[in-house]
């Protein structure tokens, strides 16, 4: 790659591009917020519920109401007047027909929009919709945000992603129904994948090769230390409108990032924008303290002429599962992009399911993103699919394991969590390096544009997960146990690629041993693999 050697020339990963990843990793705590808030502003407080012959009664419920309820008893109407708690709940005159409203505990939440808008009992799968359709704006934005960046640029898409972010988050908080606040949090979420996509490739792309994976992994720590930050805004903003705005307005602030955030001069050369590409690459030099002489243009004009050096063939998605072996790995692949977020959104979003205080929750399940990231920067350089299948075997076992807790014994329960949440936080971590090394150069990106896709299809469905608990309690967590288990197993048929070299061909894939032997001939090297035409190679595959 001609442009990594212009890289080394003006340095890597010097003082341009560690100023670079302050800007790109100062909106990853926000977009945490943005994941993460429905944790909060979502939430279900204790309630119950009115009858609608009491309603006339004056004086409210009173300080004496009693929300400390068995599961499913929630839902059962009341006559405000009977406060007789030394009856059970389900002793008062009931009917779940004429519930006129809900009472709601206001001692953690001041407000959610559960409360607000009754989203419970009948209306209840309205609220975990609401979360699928932010995850399916997340979904839509990778793939228009995407495409418009590839044609565009990435600056623009960022700059753009922030400022929509930032104005539709703080309509949010003035959502007059429930229907508009979902509308209005799927563009949000849409803009969230815009900037968490174009800001790592930004980084990518002026990074040195020595240096990518570690800066990645920066900005992973950002977006873990949003996750943990949350946990503290919202136990002091209890109002779910205010904590809305609190997280949103400061978005405004990212206006100053159209004078510093820098255009990538490997799509200025890509689109064939050479001088404006070559000015970035001299003054990124400059601030590196590495300058460029004159006879060192020499090296950069050889950048221009790196798109005549691409594949004459034209490759698509289809390349991905024409073939027999690298359809079984591009399969194996996805399902494991898909089973991670899953996972990963299915434990985030829930965590009031284990019993213990929320914020104390929201902020242990923060903390574990730290180690669980830096403990793959040591795993993956011994194997890669080793580091794979055992991250998803802790992760779908620790799961498994909550369903044989009883609820009184909610902290063993949430330590088995926050263990699942370690392991499938660096499982996630993994499966982006690992898909990189398995997919081929020729069709890399297509690869992990479509593994993106299944990722994001596992965060749409992961609240709707939880509603699998009307028909048991621990349905949830058996889905979330079993499917890393399952990603585990088939881990294990997927190929080794740590101190490998990188497949550039579909041929590479089909006969691993080409890649293994430079010293055979041509002939030789494709002895054991069918005879056929490099260029038409798929079709022969197939």
């Known amino acids: 790659m001609n442009f990594d050697k212009v890289l080394d020339r003006i340095g890597g990963f010097g003082r341009f591009q560690k100023t670079l990843y302050v800007w790109i990793c100062l909106p990853q705590i926000f977009l945490a917020f943005h994941m993460l808030v429905s944790v909060f502003t979502g939430a279900v407080p204790p309630h119950l519920c009115r009858s609608a012959w009491s309603t006339g009664n004056s004086g ?43 009472e709601f505990s206001k001692e953690v939440f001041l407000s959610t929009i559960v409360t607000e808008w009754d989203l419970v009992c009948e209306n209840a799968t309205l609220n975990n919709i609401g979360s699928s359709i932010y995850m399916f704006g997340l979904l839509v934005g990778a793939v228009l945000f995407g495409a418009l960046a590839d044609k565009y640029g990435r600056r623009i898409i960022i700059l753009s992603g922030l400022a929509v972010q930032a104005i539709f988050g703080v309509g949010v908080a003035f959502a007059p129904n429930f229907y508009i606040y979902v509308l209005l949090r799927f563009v949000v979420g849409m803009t969230v994948s815009a900037v968490i996509m174009n800001a790592f490739v930004l980084g990518t792309e002026w990074t040195g090769p020595k240096k990518r994976m570690l800066a990645g992994v920066i900005t992973d720590y950002f977006f873990g230390f949003g996750y943990i930050l949350l946990a503290g805004v919202a136990y002091l903003v209890r ?16 206006v100053f990032y159209i004078w510093v955030l820098p255009k990538s001069a490997r799509w200025l ?41 691409q594949d004459l063939r034209k490759y698509s998605v289809i390349d991905l599962v024409r073939t027999p072996r690298m359809r079984k790995q591009s399969l194996i692949l996805f399902y494991l992009w898909f089973v991670n977020v899953l996972v990963y959104y299915g434990l985030s979003l829930n965590i009031s399911d284990f019993g213990m205080n929320i914020y104390l929750t929201q902020m242990i399940f923060g903390l574990v993103e730290m180690p669980a990231r830096t403990i793959t920067l040591f795993t993956l350089n011994r194997s890669r699919r080793i580091s794979q299948l055992a991250f998803l075997a802790v992760g779908g076992l620790a799961c498994l394991l909550t369903i ?53 299809a596992g965060g749409v469905i992961a609240p709707i997960i939880y509603l699998l ?74």
Not at 404 to 426: C, N, Q, Y
Request: glycine content about 6%; overall charge negative.
């Open 60 to 102: 409210g419920p009173g300080p004496g109401l009693n929300f400390s309820i068995g599961p499913g008893e929630s839902c059962t109407s009341f006559h405000l007047s009977q406060l007789n708690h030394s009856l059970p709940i389900t002793e008062y005159p009931s009917s779940s027909n004429s519930c006129a409203g809900w």
């Open 404 to 456: 044989f807790i009883p609820d009184d014994l909610s902290i063993f329960r949430t330590v088995l969590a926050m263990v699942g949440k370690f392991g499938i936080t660096a499982s996630l971590s993994i499966v982006y390096i690992y898909s990189a090394e398995v997919f081929p150069t020729v069709i890399r990106q297509n690869g992990i544009g479509m593994g993106s896709m299944c990722a994001r």
């Open 239 to 254: 109002d779910w409108r205010k904590l809305q705005l609190a997280i949103s307005a400061p978005g405004f602030l990212f």
């Open 469 to 542: 608990r009307n028909i048991s309690h621990h349905a949830p967590m058996v889905v979330f146990g079993l499917c890393p288990l399952i990603g585990a197993v088939l881990t294990m048929f997927l190929p080794e690629t740590a101190h490998n070299p990188l497949p550039d061909t579909i041929e590479d894939v089909e006969c691993p041993r080409v890649s293994a032997t430079a010293e055979k001939s041509q002939h030789a090297l494709y002895e054991e693999c069918p005879k056929q035409n490099p260029a038409s190679s798929s079709e022969q595959w197939a």
């Open 269 to 309: 050369m890509a689109n064939k924008k050479h001088e404006e590409a070559l000015d970035l690459i001299r003054k990124a030099a400059l601030i590196n303290g590495k300058p460029l002489v004159d006879n060192n243009f020499e090296l950069c004009q050889s950048a221009k002429n790196s798109e005549k050096m």
